[in-house]
Structure formats: structure tokens, C-alpha cells
Antibody
Framework: QVQLVQSGAEVRKPGASVKVSCKASGYTFTSYGLSWVRQAPGQGLEWMGWINPNKGNTDFAQRLQGRVTLTTDTSTSTAYMELRSLRSDDTAVYYC?????????????WGQGTLVTVSS | DIQMTQSPSSLSASVGDRVTITCRASQSISTYLNWYQQKPGKAPKLLLYAASSLKTGVPSRFSGGGSGTDFTLTISSLQPEDSATYCCQQSYNTPFTFGPGTKVDIK
């Protein structure tokens, strides 16, 4: 069965960076895109960007451009999201989600989420 | 960016009731509209994609419709396990955006 397992909770100070991992299993990793979505406490979902593990091409939400990097390691079927210059409003649960279809672009499987807390 | 709105923001209904949630896009998105269910402390789960296609394994009491700017999610007979927040997502273009959610409680 398809599973996305994310790394554990992180605490960072403002200005620092964080890197979250997402290990995929149960499907061919390079056949599906991966998106990252975050959810601040008590708030709605915010799409951050996506990566094509096969070719490595990416697309990002403009408001995060320059601060976020998405990468994949196809040898371990793992995706990574790095966010730099952290601010308090980056405190959120970060999810990876598989893109079920590249024309319809829905997220059919999700990781369990990783809480990133930014606090001095 | 395409803005998504939902109504109502919350509702309370009884087991067996028919419940309808509305999602509206700020511009036409054809049928590039997906619905998710999220329970507290859990990741969202895909219910429907392309406005009306049910994900495999999702109960048939869930259905969706609409095109252009106006969409609906209907639960034909509300069950206790349907207590959750439901949100829509447009996949017409990036940045993909989500609605703010509709919280459904069981009376």
C-alpha cells in the first residue's frame, strides 16, 4: 500500500533553516509528483510547491520563492523540503502529498505531517 | 492567484441528514476541483477529484458536482464518522489553492 512517512518534529530559532524528509513506499517513486502543503495552527491548507522526482523540475508558490528548496533521492524514494530564513509565521505542520494525476493534480496520499515550530 | 471560498463555515446536522457544502472559485476552473476531509490532528484525505469522481474506497454517500466557479460536496446520509472539516482545492493552475474549510459536527 502507498505510504508516505515523514521525519519528526523540529524546533528552530528565527533565521535558521529546517529540512523535512518524506519517504515513499508502495509505488514507483519516479512515476508520481510530490507536493508539499503546510497548515499553520488553526488555519487552512497552503500549497508550497511540487517536484517531479523523475526529472527534478519544480514549481513553487511565489511567496516562498527563494526560501524553499525541494529535492528527491530516487535511490531511497525520499523527498526533502528545506525552508530557510525561518520566521515565526512559518510555524506549521508540513505535509508531503503524492500527486495522483498530473493532469487533474489532486493529492491522493499524504504523509502524517511534521510540526515545525519557530520560536526564539 | 485563484481564491477559493466555502459556505457555510460550519454546520451541525443529525445522523442520516443530507448535507451540502458549497465551494466557489474566483474565476472559472472548469472541473479542476478536489475535495478533502480532515479530522483533528490528522492529514487530509482525498474524497473526490475532478469535481465529481469518487476516490476508490470512499463511501458512495459522498458525491460532488459543479463546474466553472460553483461546486458542491454532498453527503447523502450523514454518519458519525463524517464529523470532520471538509475543504476544496483548485488544481486549475498554480499556486494551487484551498478553501478555508467547512467544519461538520454531528448533533
Amino acid at each position: 500500500q502507498v505510504q508516505l512517512v515523514q521525519s519528526g518534529a523540529e524546533v528552530r530559532k528565527p533565521g535558521a533553516s529546517v529540512k523535512v524528509s518524506c519517504k515513499a513506499s508502495g509505488y514507483t517513486f519516479t512515476s508520481y509528483g510530490l507536493s508539499w502543503v503546510r497548515q499553520a495552527p488553526g488555519q487552512g491548507l497552503e500549497w508550497m510547491g511540487w517536484i517531479n522526482p523523475n526529472k527534478g523540475n519544480t514549481d513553487f508558490a511565489q511567496r516562498l520563492q527563494g526560501r524553499v528548496t525541494l529535492t528527491t533521492d530516487t535511490s531511497t524514494s525520499t523527498a526533502y523540503m528545506e525552508l530557510r530564513s525561518l520566521r515565526s509565521d512559518d510555524t506549521a505542520v508540513y505535509y508531503c502529498a503524492r500527486v495522483g494525476d498530473r493532469s487533474e493534480y489532486y493529492f491522493d496520499y499524504w504523509g502524517q505531517g511534521t510540526l515545525v515550530t519557530v520560536s526564539s | 492567484d485563484i481564491q477559493m471560498t466555502q459556505s457555510p463555515s460550519s454546520l451541525s446536522a443529525s445522523v442520516g441528514d443530507r448535507v451540502t457544502i458549497t465551494c466557489r472559485a474566483s474565476q472559472s476552473i472548469s472541473t479542476y476541483l478536489n475535495w478533502y476531509q480532515q479530522k483533528p490532528g490528522k492529514a487530509p484525505k482525498l474524497l473526490l477529484y475532478a469535481a465529481s469522481s469518487l476516490k476508490t474506497g470512499v463511501p458512495s454517500r459522498f458525491s460532488g458536482g459543479g463546474s466553472g466557479t460553483d461546486f458542491t460536496l454532498t453527503i447523502s446520509s450523514l454518519q458519525p464518522e463524517d464529523s470532520a472539516t471538509y475543504c476544496c482545492q483548485q488544481s486549475y493552475n498554480t499556486p494551487f489553492t484551498f478553501g478555508p474549510g467547512t467544519k461538520v459536527d454531528i448533533k
